[in-house]
């Protein structure tokens, strides 16, 4: 069901996105609980919608046999809810618990609480009397009781079920549909005892092959090798099973980008330093390796060149100017004004090699040695590069979590501009002040304002990372602490 694959994906979606590994996720006990609860709409969603096999019960003497079972009703428990479930003739209020332990042995949920309502036909034969009614079952108070624990298969998670059992605290049976009634009364022993065992046999079997069938198939069938657009992949590995302890669980993961199914990297992978993080539901470690992987693997196989003119950036339109007064580039190099009068000059950034993202405490330093050709515009007549600046940019992002979105803002920048080569005369050093001024200026903006929009964050049935969720740099690796939300 589609509804139980997100929960999964949910689950472990975290721990595919990095020995010694590049990327680790822990999620804690509160994390654990919080999915957990997440699952009852999926139970509420799939138990009625099961189909039940009819059954038959001989005995001496005769049959007894029920058919088209139907489950009516179904509440699955919640947390320290008090609920009445009603049905017919029974009515009994309780309250419904929900018990995730942790240990190294793996996951066990224990519940209590919540309700099930069976209707179904019945038939008796009895020596020569055959008869024919219904019945509706209530069983209320459920106790379940689940153990399971995880692992790796091909690099990719699998569940496995240690043990299944479900008790029956409140039962009742209402028989009615036959004259003969004395005679269906003569086994209602027989085919209550029989209805517990069928519920806690079919609740067991389904969660079962919801979990070993369909959600190992569904966890098995998820590609490694993640799309991101513009031809970059992300191919991921688990690296050992999940670690269990008595309050979280640890999966390392190594990410690989490639670029066409090639890699070009040539970043080493720093040990994370995954302490223990309590505070929230649960915690990723990513390793600067990872975004420095994907710049150094775009430098290699991507025109990343950007090319701003006086008409995609009218801002610095009159600076892109060869003549004027005062204040244009023409007005730097006489040589520019008199060789190509009343025009204007257009821009191109190309990085000089790869840009380098540094995580410090409490900050993230992005480096960036950029080459900047000056040409007549329009470039593809005037292919010639008149001056080539080299821009040493050092940005610093603080990046934050706000309406759903990851954000940044920009807490500094700096330029400073040098020569590489010029062919329409000396690069003063009032032009190069100027021009880190003016680049600084227009280079914060654009960021800003790119930043300010930000990236939605995924959201799996109604349920995502949540604003109070943390990101805090530290040297080497950043640490993000997750919160949950959901919008139910």
């Known amino acids: 069901p589609l509804l139980f694959h997100l929960f999964l994906f949910l689950i472990f979606s975290p721990f595919l996105s990095s020995t010694p590994s590049n990327l680790k996720t822990r999620l804690n006990k509160e994390g654990f609980y919080f999915l957990s609860k997440s699952a009852r709409k999926v139970i509420d969603k799939e138990i009625p919608a099961l189909e039940i096999p009819d ?32 049905c017919f003739t029974l009515k009994f209020s309780y309250f419904s618990s929900f018990d995730l332990t942790i240990s190294p042995d793996g996951l066990h949920w224990d519940s209590t609480g919540g309700g099930l309502k069976i209707g179904a036909g019945i038939a008796v034969k009895y020596g020569i009397i055959f008869e024919k009614g219904w019945f509706v079952a209530t069983a209320g108070d459920l106790r379940l009781s689940l153990s399971a624990t995880a692992s790796t298969l091909d690099g990719r998670p699998q569940l496995a079920i240690k043990q299944c059992q479900l008790g029956i605290r409140h039962f009742d049976l209402q028989i009615g549909g036959s004259f003969w009634m004395w005679l269906v009364n003569l086994f209602r022993d027989l085919l209550s005892h029989e209805i517990q065992v069928l519920i806690n046999n079919q609740a067991c079997s389904y969660a079962r092959d919801l979990l070993l069938t369909q959600g190992n198939d569904f966890l098995h069938s998820l590609p490694i090798d993640v799309d991101i657009g513009k031809g970059f992949w992300l191919h991921y590995h688990i690296d050992d099973d999940p670690q269990f302890s008595v309050d979280h669980a640890v999966l390392s993961t190594t990410v690989t980008v490639t670029y ?8 080493e992978i720093t040990p994370l330093d995954a302490e223990d993080d309590p505070s929230s539901m649960g915690s990723i470690w990513v390793s600067d390796q990872i975004p420095n992987c994907l710049l150094e693997t775009a430098f290699k196989n991507v025109n990343l060149s950007l090319t701003a003119t006086h008409l995609n950036l009218p801002a610095i339109e009159s600076y892109l100017k060869t003549s004027c ?53 329009p470039m593809e007549y005037n292919p010639d590069v008149l001056l080539r600046l080299n821009l040493l940019s050092i940005g610093e992002v603080e990046p934050y979590l706000e309406d759903r979105k990851l954000k940044g803002r920009i807490d500094s920048v700096s330029i400073n501009a040098t020569e590489v080569f010029s062919s329409i005369g000396d690069v003063s050093p009032t032009f190069l002040s100027g021009f880190d001024t003016i680049f600084k200026t227009v280079s914060t903006s654009l960021l800003t304002v790119l930043l300010s929009k930000g990236i939605p964050l995924p959201i799996f049935d109604n349920l995502s990372i949540s604003d109070t969720s943390l990101i805090t740099e530290r040297p080497g690796e950043v640490l993000l602490s997750l919160n949950f939300t959901d919008f139910n």
Do not use: M
């Open 55 to 86: 059954f038959k019960i001989d005995f001496d003497g005769g049959w007894l046999g029920v058919e088209d079972i139907r489950i009516k009703k179904f509440v699955a428990p919640e947390l320290f809810f008090k609920k009445t479930f009603s």
């Open 260 to 267: 066409s199914n090639q890699t070009s990297c040539t970043h």
């Open 325 to 377: 007064w005062l204040s244009c580039i023409g007005f730097f190099f006489p040589k520019l004004k008199k060789d190509f009068p009343n025009q204007h000059v257009s821009l191109t950034f190309a990085p000089a090699s790869a840009p380098v993202v540094s995580f410090l405490n409490g900050s993230t330093q992005v480096n960036a040695s950029i080459n900047l050709d000056f040409h007549i515009y």
